[in-house]
């Protein structure tokens, strides 16, 4: 079970197969296990690597609220692919992870070989919005203190079924991951110039729109609407979800077509 130490905070990993490095972060109150039907078959093909975010899973909790925070995020992941020995990979997650995705592209985008954007909001341009966002990610925060990781029970099925160790850590990362700051990541999009696969359930209402929006703006991006799926796209539709990726992954190892001799 292997753990990194960044700065006295552990951070679970785990890496299946080898090839071209994929890293998947899980959405916000799930975690790594949420990804565990498609292991199999990313890694036949890829170094596959999936990590618990701080508050989350097997990773540490701790009490310091400064120790949570979108910045701090994008560092685990660069610190991730400096263990595993990946000066670029294809970057990607779900929800919360996704945007986090995006976050790294921002920060890091000679890293970024391509994006997978999974049921993913890119941020908010506008104060008013992004506040109203932000309340609701401090009543989230409020639920998690008052009432425990219970509420995790009657949620989304990448949520329902995973473990935490208490619900102290979902509550500060509520506040200082889920929280946004500003409109730096919307902002990126169009400056995003490596392939990127959007992907939404189609029964997922909210991410809808911001899934158009993104597709819209990344350019070249492709967009793929699974039905009959929600949120948990990967685990409501696991067949269909790999068959889009696996598609998308396949393009970037396919050789450039030659052009015909003139």
């Known amino acids: 079970m292997p753990k990194l130490d960044r700065d006295g905070v552990s951070i679970f990993y785990e890496v299946h197969g080898s090839g071209s490095p994929l890293i998947l972060t899980h959405g916000y109150s799930s975690t790594s296990a949420m990804w565990q039907g498609q292991i199999e078959a990313l890694a036949k093909q890829h170094q596959l690597i999936l990590w618990d975010m701080r508050g989350h899973g097997q990773s540490d ?3 310091d609220p400064l120790a949570y925070s979108e910045a701090l995020t994008v560092a685990d992941i660069a610190a991730l692919l400096d263990t595993v020995g990946a000066d670029k990979a294809v970057i990607g997650g779900l929800s919360l992870g996704g945007y986090m995705s995006l976050a790294f592209h921002r920060a890091h985008p000679e890293r970024v070989r391509a994006l997978l954007i999974i049921d993913t909001g890119p941020g908010f341009k506008k104060d008013d ?3 109203t966002w932000n309340k609701r990610a401090r009543d989230t925060g409020e639920r998690f203190e008052r009432d425990g990781l219970d509420i995790l029970k009657s949620a989304s099925r990448e949520r329902a079924s995973v473990t935490h160790r208490n619900a102290k850590g ?3 990362a509520a506040r200082g991951m889920l929280a946004q700051r500003d409109a730096r990541v919307i902002e990126s999009l169009p400056d995003i110039k490596v392939p990127s ?3 939404v359930g189609a029964d997922d209402t909210p991410f809808l729109a911001a899934s158009d929006y993104m597709a819209a703006k990344i350019p070249g991006a492709q967009k793929i609407v699974i039905p009959n799926a929600g949120h948990a796209v990967n685990i409501d539709q696991p067949q269909a979800f ?3 990726v696996l ?5 970037l190892n396919s050789p450039a077509p030659r052009k015909a001799a003139s």
């Open 197 to 199: 696969l959007v992907v």
């Open 61 to 63: 909790y701790p009490d």
């Open 247 to 251: 598609q998308f992954l396949d393009q």
């Open 242 to 244: 790999i068959d889009a």
């Open 170 to 172: 979902l509550a500060l």
């Open 129 to 131: 919005a992004r506040e």
